[in-house]
């Protein structure tokens, strides 16, 4: 079992920053692939980014050059860096981990935390 906790959402101005961090409480973080997805209001929640175990990230083509997603398995704490934010990038991030390879779906995951709002103001 895996818990997972997101924080350092908020309120932000557009063009401005903001870190996401996602702590996982349990055994075999380092093994899981970490992924973070966005669901905006009465849209479906998308893929944003992951990293795999080894260390391998992926990026939706609307966050490339913006958002990078790290991990120290030390720490057990899987991050995103959301830089040069837009209006568009408002929505409701969750953290997720698993094992399955399709990695830009939400299938691929097996646990989900509760989210944390990121609302960017124009």
């Known amino acids: 079992q895996v818990q997972l906790v997101e924080s350092g959402g908020g309120l932000v101005q557009a063009g401005g920053s903001l870190r996401l961090s996602c702590a996982a409480s349990g055994r075999s973080f380092s093994r899981y692939s970490m992924g973070w997805f966005r669901q905006a209001p009465g849209k479906e929640r998308d893929f944003v980014a992951a990293?795999?175990?080894?260390?391998?990230?992926y990026y939706a083509d609307s966050v490339k050059g913006r958002f990078t997603i790290s991990r120290d398995n030390a720490k057990k704490t899987v991050y995103m860096q959301m830089n040069s934010l837009n209006p568009e990038d408002t929505a409701i991030y969750y953290c997720a981990a698993g094992w399955g390879l399709r990695i830009a779906t939400p299938m691929a995951y097996d646990y989900w935390g509760q989210g944390t709002q990121v609302t960017v103001s124009s």
């Open positions: 990293i795999t175990s080894s260390g391998g990230t």
